[in-house]
């Protein structure tokens, strides 16, 4: 008994990593140059400003001038939270979807038009045991990618003048980006199990997906930017794609005054002084119900695909 467990786990653990041997180099290659533009863009914005912040702001600077009164200047700030909302949300879940389109022509689609699946399936191996192997190879690349990119976020917030109030927020949604990615993922490996001697028609269903995905996240950001204030514009374009399950973890209160704070004040010889200060949007709590809620759904509906994606390769002859 002992035997056959420690022999299925070796069998697995084979199954599991010689995917990974045989893409280690682009996977190493997409995995360092995404790596090194995250670091890039994070370090941006610490340098581009004075202060660093999770929040969005503004840097204000109060100069007394010779009339008596004072010179306003402000700087804005390239802030942690829009990172995150358009790096790792917008863009990164486009780059993690065709990151994971490549891995599964790959490991996937190629070896179906190769017929080297059907070598696979000669030998004592199930259905059901090649096909997660297979999922969870994929899976595993595509977490330890994001892995660098979760770290990085986390450490760089660290050093933001406000992550004792916000810290919580970017945890909450690299978490629930991870999710996400799950999510996105194995819908495209469903889609691939569906279709899976139609490379062409795999690749243009995930690209429709993903265009979906970056066109309602652009239109967002262009309204958000333009300060339209039509909130039924941006509520439909959170319905164009599968972000309708995304929580937003920095819902920022517009209608509340910014908060102000002092950072710096340098009192001159003359009585007067120079006032450096940040102004940045308030936070409101994030809809922890709505969180939950919508991370569970994204789960189950991936698990669910999972077991159908198996059902349909039970069924695959592959010409044996």
């Known amino acids: 008994m002992n035997l056959?467990?420690?022999?299925?786990?070796y069998k697995n653990n084979i199954l599991i990593l010689s995917p990974i041997k045989i893409n280690m180099k682009l996977f190493l290659t997409i995995t360092g140059c995404w790596t090194a533009f995250v670091i890039l863009i994070l370090t941006l914005s610490h340098f581009t400003s004075s202060y660093s912040t999770i929040s969005n702001g503004i840097i204000e600077i109060k100069i007394p001038n010779n009339q008596g009164g004072s010179s306003v200047f402000s700087e804005g700030i390239l802030s942690i939270g829009w990172v995150y909302s358009q790096i790792f949300i917008t863009f990164g879940s486009v780059f993690y979807g065709l990151y994971a389109l490549i891995l599964i022509y790959k490991i996937i689609s190629k070896e179906v038009a190769s017929a080297q699946i059907s070598l696979w399936l000669t030998q004592p191996i199930s259905r059901n045991q090649l096909v997660i192997t297979k999922y969870i190879s994929i899976f595993a690349m595509l977490s330890i990618t994001?892995?660098?990119?979760?770290?990085?976020?986390?450490?760089?917030?660290?050093?933001?003048?406000?992550?004792?109030?916000?810290?919580?927020?970017?945890?909450?949604?690299?978490?629930?980006?991870?999710?996400y990615i799950f999510?996105?993922?194995?819908?495209?490996?469903?889609?691939?199990?569906?279709?899976?001697?139609?490379?062409?028609?795999?690749?243009?269903?995930?690209?429709?997906?993903?265009?979906?995905?970056?066109?309602?996240?652009?239109?967002?950001?262009m309204l958000m930017v333009s300060q339209s204030g039509d909130n039924t514009m941006i509520k439909i374009s959170k319905f164009m794609g599968p972000q309708i399950f995304l929580t937003d973890v920095f819902p920022y209160a517009k209608n509340l005054e910014p908060h102000e704070i002092i950072v710096k004040e340098q009192i001159l010889p003359n009585g007067g002084s120079i006032i450096e200060k940040l102004i940045l949007d308030k936070i409101d709590k994030v809809n922890i119900l709505k969180y939950i809620l919508c991370n569970l759904a994204m789960i189950v509906i991936s698990n669910l695909s999972l077991f159908i994606t198996m059902n349909i390769?039970?069924?695959k002859s592959f010409n044996i």
């Open 4 to 9: 056959n467990i420690k022999e299925s786990f």
């Open 146 to 179: 994001y892995l660098f990119q979760l770290v990085m976020l986390l450490s760089f917030s660290l050093f933001t003048y406000d992550y004792k109030d916000y810290f919580v927020n970017i945890l909450l949604g690299g978490l629930q980006n991870y999710v």
């Open 183 to 221: 999510f996105i993922y194995t819908l495209f490996f469903l889609i691939a199990n569906i279709f899976l001697e139609k490379v062409l028609v795999v690749n243009v269903i995930c690209i429709v997906i993903l265009s979906l995905m970056l066109l309602s996240s652009t239109l967002e950001m």
């Open 313 to 315: 390769f039970k069924r």
